[in-house]
């Protein structure tokens, strides 16, 4: 199987109402993360370095924060003679609940692709993923579908995980469908699928004259009629599923063998590029433990916090367990501990916020406290 016959399709919306607050003008891809990335960054970078060049991102709401990140694609190098990244959004004023109707109403862009596979991935999912070994793996086995999986305990955010289990030779013997969390470690399936084309359109088809709506459901079916194999992402992953995944992924940043494993220099992640000038540190600034984009101005203290591009810390300022997205202002002698701040927002002097590790506070875009 050749990378350049799959076509990639990304969710853009996936779980965005689990994240309430920070999709509330954005659609979930388009999360800002780590101090300069996007979620959909990740899933596109991997996709491209792995050599699929023709993707299609589906976004339903919201989507012109993403629209304007991702532009033409060519910071991802999808946007040459034989690239191409499209945005696929509602027409005609119709959404679709589900995935399954989703698939059905752009079954004539699937169509009309020139590639033999679709690989169908979620946009919630944070990793360095090369997708090639799932290309060569679903060919050895002579699969009709192989699903990507994560071992390991299920995000509270996941209402219905999909867990299955794995025989030695990657075949799929069962699916499970539970509507309750799990404690223990399981093989989940985030939404990570390969399949031919063809038979993705037939079974789509199939679902919609059943009226079998669901998704997962729809994969249960799947398992006795055709060949299923499972393929494991053993590399760091995480699923933004609310906002205490969200915050943790930020904080796991501060490890350096996460960072080392996520941008690896072979297969770089690739952001839409805003040029600013280095961030600027006062003679009475500290910084410890700390992610600093640049554009910063820092003349306060900052402590194991994510700083994105644009920010401004003013002297008397303390910051520790922080998220602070792009070009806000942090006024003087303010106390912020566990505190998720969004775009655009003022501190105003002499504020005080604090939330906890498990239940950190968040500031909405364009606020002023």
Do not use: W
Not at 110 to 128: A, F, H, K, Q
Not at 257 to 272: C, G, S, W
């Amino acid at each position: 199987m050749r990378s350049n016959d799959v076509l990639g399709f990304v969710f853009a919306d996936t779980l965005d109402y689990k994240i309430p607050e920070l999709a509330a003008s954005r659609t979930t891809a388009s999360v800002p993360i780590g101090g300069k990335y996007r979620l959909i960054d990740f899933v596109l970078s991997n996709m491209s370095n792995s050599g699929v060049n023709n993707v299609g991102i589906i976004a339903k709401s919201n989507f012109m924060s993403l629209m304007d990140h991702v532009g033409s694609g060519s910071a991802y190098d999808l946007s040459k003679r034989r690239s191409n990244l499209t945005i696929l959004t509602p027409y005609n004023g119709r959404t679709f609940s589900n995935h399954v109707e989703t698939i059905y109403n752009m079954h004539g862009y699937i169509e009309n692709s020139r590639e033999d596979y679709v690989l169908l991935s979620p946009g919630n999912v944070v990793t360095n993923f090369d997708y090639n070994g799932l290309f060569d793996f679903h060919s050895k086995h002579d699969s009709d579908i192989t699903l990507v999986y994560k071992r390991g305990i299920v995000p509270n955010g996941y209402e219905r995980p999909l867990t299955i289990n794995v025989e030695s030779d990657g075949r799929v013997s069962q699916v499970f469908l539970k509507p309750e969390n799990i404690d223990y470690e399981v093989n989940q399936v985030y939404g990570t699928i390969l399949v031919k084309k063809d038979l993705l359109l037939e079974e789509i088809r199939r679902a919609i004259s059943l009226n079998q709506l669901d998704a997962k459901r729809l994969i249960q079916s799947i398992l006795g009629r055709f060949r299923v194999y499972a393929y494991e992402n053993k590399g760091y992953c995480a699923a933004i599923s609310s906002i205490n995944d969200y915050f943790s992924f930020n904080m796991d940043l501060m490890k350096k063998e996460v960072r080392d494993e996520l941008f690896n220099q072979k297969r770089p992640i690739y952001t839409k590029v805003r040029d600013d000038a280095p961030s600027r540190y006062g003679l009475m600034s500290s910084v410890k433990n700390s992610i600093i984009a640049q554009g910063c101005v820092i003349n306060g203290k900052v402590e194991n916090c994510v700083i994105s591009k644009g920010v401004t810390v003013d002297e008397g300022a303390k910051l520790s367990n922080c998220i602070v997205m792009q070009d806000t202002k942090i006024s003087r002698n303010t106390n912020l501990n566990y505190v998720i701040i969004d775009k655009d927002v003022t501190i105003k002097d002499g504020r005080s916020l604090m939330g906890f590790e498990s239940y950190p506070i968040y500031i909405a875009k364009k606020s002023v406290v």
